[in-house]
């Protein structure tokens, strides 16, 4: 049960609903709130699908690969490292240019803001080092997954709530959070190693 937690938790943080709420509200603002709500929906359904089959096979394609758990602890642990940097400090530029865009279509909410090649990237991680309880992080998915489209569809109401500073404050808040979290990655990895 605390792995189930441990793992929505990170996998929520990586998806990051609370910083990508502007971002979201910049590009379906122009659609009618119905019309909002049906392109929202599709496009987290469309990310749910990539998302769980990543998480299928990932464990099969590193296994392929021949990757020992300890190299997969250790890489996830700097991946998620780089991800939280990008928490705390975001590229403005980059979000400017999502938001310069008509009706989304698979890109850029499903691919890259929810399902993005940091979430693709733990997912296959995670799949390979706990191969044995796949049941158990499809829960842990469909939770995360869950939790971001509450938070997503209820935008306004977070937006009017923390403001776009509180917004932005919580956001690098998460991003230390998971800094501690791949730190922890990191040296459960290297542990690991120093002992074979």
């Not at 929520?12 to 910049?26: A, K, Q, R, V, Y």
């Not at 709500?37 to 769980?52: G, S, Y």
């Not at 990008?86 to 980059?94: A, G, L, R, T």
């Amino acid at each position: 049960m605390n792995e189930i937690i441990s793992t929505t938790i990170l996998l929520i943080l990586i998806m990051d609903p609370l910083g990508n709420l502007p971002i979201f509200m910049s590009v379906l603002k122009h659609l009618h709130p119905k019309r909002r709500v049906i392109v929202l929906m599709r496009e987290m359904i469309i990310a749910l699908i990539i998302m769980v089959l990543f998480l299928l096979v990932g464990e099969k394609t590193l296994s392929l690969l021949d990757l020992k758990s300890e190299t997969v602890s250790i890489s996830g642990g700097i991946i998620l490292f780089l991800i939280a940097i990008k928490m705390i400090f975001p590229n403005m530029k980059e979000n400017e240019e999502l938001m310069n865009q008509s009706e989304p279509f698979l890109v850029p909410l499903a691919i890259p803001l929810v399902a993005g090649p940091s979430l693709l990237a733990t997912l296959m991680l995670l799949s390979h080092q706990y191969s044995h309880q796949v049941s158990s992080l499809l829960i842990s998915l469909l939770l995360a997954w869950g939790s971001t489209m509450m938070i997503l569809l209820s935008s306004g109401t977070f937006l009017k709530f923390l403001g776009t500073n509180g917004v932005h404050a919580l956001e690098r808040l998460m991003g230390l959070i998971l800094i501690m979290l791949s730190t922890q990655m990191f040296l459960d990895g290297m542990t690991a190693w120093f002992k074979i």
